[in-house]
């Protein structure tokens, strides 16, 4: 996770590299155990002597098998294939599955660092992070972000950092 240390530039170092919360798994997680349980009592509902079982049988295990890939594999990847890494001279952002999308924003472009979190986020320590830049992007807005309190803290400090010139966050 995070990047290889081929990418990093010379004096870069690797401060935080992290996938989005582990919240985001919730929704796969009980879709596969209502897919699966459907598709056992789908199985036990098909009598044995019923002339097309075989067929039945079948159709239940492909639509169980799409709908796993759909909701529950699928997600999985994303989640796995997320990560964001801070280092000690840009915010890199790596998302997708088949096809790779690298964001980063160099620290000394970050002209404020903001964070957002519901009750529920509150309690489960993650949220929304926007960063402004003064890239084309402007505003962006990072969900899901575990340990939300820390991300933003070493960020901001590592904005200060090149602010003042001191982009090894010595």
């Known amino acids: 996770m995070g990047l290889p240390d ?5 004096g870069e170092r690797v401060v935080l590299s992290f996938h989005p919360h582990w919240k985001r798994l919730i929704l796969p997680v009980l879709a596969l155990i209502v897919v699966l349980a459907a598709a056992v009592v789908a199985f036990i509902f098909i009598p044995g002597d019923y002339e097309y079982a075989g067929y039945a049988r079948g159709a239940v295990a492909v ?11 699928i997600p999985y990847l994303r989640w796995v294939t997320t990560s964001y890494t801070l280092t000690s001279h840009r915010f890199a952002i790596s998302t997708g599955v088949l096809n790779k999308s690298e964001d980063d924003i160099p620290l000394a472009k970050v002209s404020s660092v ?56 010595d």
């Open 114 to 169: 903001s964070s957002d979190q519901r009750l529920l986020e509150r309690i489960l320590g993650c949220g929304t992070l926007r960063v402004e830049s003064a890239s084309e992007k402007g505003d962006i807005d990072y969900r899901d972000i575990p340990q939300i309190q820390r991300v933003r803290h070493e960020l901001f400090r590592l904005v200060e950092d090149a602010a003042d010139g001191n982009i090894d966050g």
């Open 63 to 73: 639509v169980a098998f799409v709908a796993l890939v759909l909701w529950t594999i």
């Open 6 to 10: 081929q990418y990093l530039a010379d």
